[in-house]
């Protein structure tokens, strides 16, 4: 069975400054992937950010980048220039690649302050 | 992204009447879709898996003849709650993968809340 935690129940951040979210996993598998997911007050599910476990290129999409490390199973998300619509409760979350179901951490709230 | 639909996005019935929940995947084939139910600043927790022209897999501890699921194209799985109580009031989430070529993700419906009285 596939674990995910996160450890930071609550982060807040000035606006245009950059944070990073925490999230370790637990896995036996091989192959696999890792997302952000972003949470807004709408509780739509919005994709932030994909990485699949055999590329090492840590993925970003504009202001959202990942550090994978896949021998520690830690995959942090940082956010850089902080914007009040990042204001959210984000999950990491893991996939298996056979039957795609996905394990979700606990969250992180983060609340970016003006 | 891709577009997942839920309908509807809120219901409120009295206990003991049954709802149906849609999830349509919209501009994606879906075999493969998930329902999970979410309390109020926790995390997702998955119900089942359910997959287009088979039976439903259930989590443990949850009811299968209580929520049932039905795939039966692939673009839309429902969800029935059977015999609603109010424990039953939650938010359920559907999700929707996208599996094929270059990609493989899953995409989230905006969920519905469900109050029963």
């Known amino acids: 069975a596939q674990t995910v935690t996160q450890s930071q129940p609550e982060m807040s951040v000035q606006e245009a400054e950059t944070v990073t979210l925490s999230c370790t996993y637990d896995?036996?598998?091989?192959?696999?992937?890792l997302f952000w997911y972003k949470q807004p007050p709408s509780r739509q599910m919005i994709l932030v950010i994909r990485?699949?476990?055999?590329?090492?290129q840590n993925a970003t999409e504009n202001r959202f980048s990942v550090n994978f490390q896949k021998a520690a199973k830690s995959f942090s998300l940082k956010i850089s220039d902080s914007q009040l619509g990042d204001t959210a409760m984000y999950f990491c979350a893991f996939m298996t690649r056979n039957a795609g179901k996905s394990t979700f951490g606990d969250g992180t709230t983060l609340t970016v302050k003006p | 992204g891709a577009v997942v639909s839920q309908h509807p996005s809120r219901v409120i019935c009295k206990s003991g009447t049954s709802v149906k929940i849609e999830c349509r995947s919209l501009d994606f084939q879906a075999t493969t879709m998930f329902w999970y139910r979410q309390f109020p600043k926790q995390s997702l927790m998955l119900m089942a898996t359910?997959?287009?022209?088979?039976?439903?897999?259930?989590e443990q501890g949850v009811e299968k003849d209580k929520f049932l699921i039905n795939h039966a194209s692939l673009t839309l799985s429902t969800l029935t709650v059977t015999s609603a109580h109010p424990e039953d009031s939650s938010f359920y989430i559907c999700?929707?993968?996208?599996?094929?070529?270059?990609?493989?993700?899953?995409?989230f419906g905006p969920g519905t809340r469900l109050t029963v009285l």
């Open positions: 990485q699949e476990a055999y590329k090492q």
């Open positions: 896995t036996s598998e091989n192959n696999y992937y």
């Open positions: 359910s997959n287009e022209g088979s039976k439903a897999t259930y």
């Open positions: 999700s929707a993968r996208d599996f094929g070529g270059l990609t493989d993700t899953q995409y």
